[in-house]
């Protein structure tokens, strides 16, 4: 990879910086012509350095990304496989309601760009680093048979769409997570 001149590196770091706040202000739509003047660089400056809204979404959220795909290694060497993944869907679960436009990037991120590079594709990452914890349960019967981690992330993903809105978009995406984790009915014995 060259070398980037250093008003290149000034200019990414700067439109990264604007592009956060806006898309925490504004969600995932945030306008890019917005974030350009913002920065005091040209439209075609945000393109040279973000050739699409999936890779400027991916640049905001690499670094949380990366922490949950930490957390997830972290925790497949535990014993209570069960414990282990819902811990960390209930970390997923709480940054994707929480911060804004995660939930739609994710979505964005499996619909829109099948062909994009999974090191920087978010669900693709999710999906690498949350699947050991998917097989774990599931080999030790803590996960129904023939769920996936894609399906689980897929709900997550819902789950905090749904709740964006919300007074307390965290403790109502941790509620209803729990419902979809304990199902609709009481337990018949």
Not at 63 to 70: K, Q, Y
Not at 124 to 134: H, M, N, R, S, V
Not at 159 to 183: F, S, Y
Request: aromatic residues 2%.
């Amino acid at each position: 990879m060259p070398v980037q001149r250093a008003d290149a590196r000034r200019n990414y770091a700067r439109l990264l910086a604007v592009a956060e706040e806006a898309i925490a202000a504004h969600g995932a739509d945030a306008s890019l012509e917005q974030i350009a003047r913002t920065a005091g660089v040209g439209s075609a400056t945000v393109r040279r350095h973000f050739p699409s809204r999936q890779a400027l979404l991916e640049a905001v959220f690499r670094e949380r990304v990366e922490t949950l795909c930490a957390h997830a290694r972290d925790l497949t060497g535990r014993s209570d496989t069960r414990a282990a993944l819902l811990e960390w869907l209930s970390a997923v679960t709480a940054d994707a309601s929480t911060i804004r436009g995660l939930a739609i990037a994710l979505t964005r991120d499996r619909a829109n760009d099948p062909d994009a590079a999974p090191e920087n594709c978010a669900s693709a990452q999710l999906t690498e680093a949350g699947d050991p914890l998917a097989r774990r349960a599931a080999n030790d019967g803590a996960l129904a048979p023939g769920v996936t981690i894609t399906d689980l992330l897929t709900l997550i993903t819902g789950i905090a769409l749904a709740t964006e809105h919300h007074p307390n978009p965290a403790a109502k995406a941790n509620r209803l997570l729990d419902l979809a984790v304990a199902g609709l009915s009481p337990h018949q014995g």
